[in-house]
């Protein structure tokens, strides 16, 4: 059974940062791709950041690309997203996900197989 957990969500001010992680407890991290995603209230659930198995790729949303980056510690099954300058319009629940498959969109929802359950992050103007 693989099990996700997002901490490092807050409170923050417009400008500030915040690093998220996902400790993946239930499969090797290093066969696993991995990705970022939110959702505002009253909004779909949005990709953010993916990462592959490898770690030689990332992808990211363009409305945070040059101020997010998407990493991850296979030793310690952990999957990171430093939020840099954040913005009012970055408020959101965080998730993580895990996909375990090959050759598909890694910014679409619907190729993950498992997702935390939310870490939430609110950017005060």
């Known amino acids: 059974q693989v099990h ?3 901490s490092g969500g807050g409170l923050v001010q417009t400008g500030a940062s915040l690093r998220l992680s996902c400790v993946v407890s239930g499969r090797t991290l290093s066969t696993t791709n991995m990705g970022w995603f ?8 949005d990709f953010v950041a993916a990462i592959n198995y490898s770690g030689g790729l990332t ?3 363009d409305s945070v690309k040059g ?3 998407i990493s991850r510690d296979n030793a310690k099954n952990t999957v990171y997203l430093q939020m ?3 913005k009012p319009e970055d408020t959101a629940v965080y998730f993580c996900a895990a996909s375990t498959a090959r050759g598909r969109s890694l910014r ?10 939310g ?3 609110t950017v005060s103007s």
């Open 108 to 117: 679409m929802g619907a190729t993950y197989d498992y997702w935390g359950q």
């Open 38 to 45: 939110r959702q505002a209230p009253g909004k779909e659930r």
């Open 4 to 6: 996700m957990v997002e």
């Open 67 to 69: 101020r997010f980056t």
């Open 84 to 86: 840099n300058n954040l």
């Open 119 to 121: 870490t939430q992050v």
């Open 59 to 61: 992808y990211y949303a």
